[in-house]
């Protein structure tokens, strides 16, 4: 099992920028790609961005240029930058993994984001 813990999230005002974490712990071994989505009220969860084992990202089109995730492989933890933030980006943040030796996708329980004045 994989444990995801996120953490970072809370209140902004409109231009802001917070730093989130995602702590993965137990078997975190093959671990290949992290992912961040949010979920804002009466909304699906939508994909923000993921990021490969190699480094590579892929951000959805609403965070390109502003969201920067990266990963520390050594801690298992990814991050997301997220900067210029708007209202509509207000939503709980979850973060995900994905391992080679399984199909099974965890998830964290969320941090929630407010941007507003």
């Known amino acids: 099992q994989v444990q995801l813990v996120e953490s970072g999230g809370g209140l902004v005002q409109p231009g802001g920028s917070l730093r989130l974490s995602c702590a993965a712990s137990?078997?975190?071994?093959?671990?290949?790609?992290m992912g961040w989505y949010r979920q804002a009220p009466g909304k699906q969860r939508e994909l923000v961005g993921v990021i490969g084992s190699g480094g590579t990202t892929n951000y959805v089109d609403s965070v390109k240029g502003r969201f920067i995730i990266s990963r520390d492989n050594a801690k298992n933890t990814a991050y997301l930058q997220m900067n210029s933030l708007k209202p509509e980006d207000t939503a709980v943040y979850y973060c995900?993994?994905?391992?080679?030796?399984?199909?099974?996708?965890?998830w964290g329980q969320g941090t929630q984001v407010t941007v507003s004045s």
């Open positions: 995900n993994a994905k391992r080679a030796i399984d199909p099974v996708v965890y």
């Open positions: 137990g078997s975190t071994s093959n671990i290949y790609a």
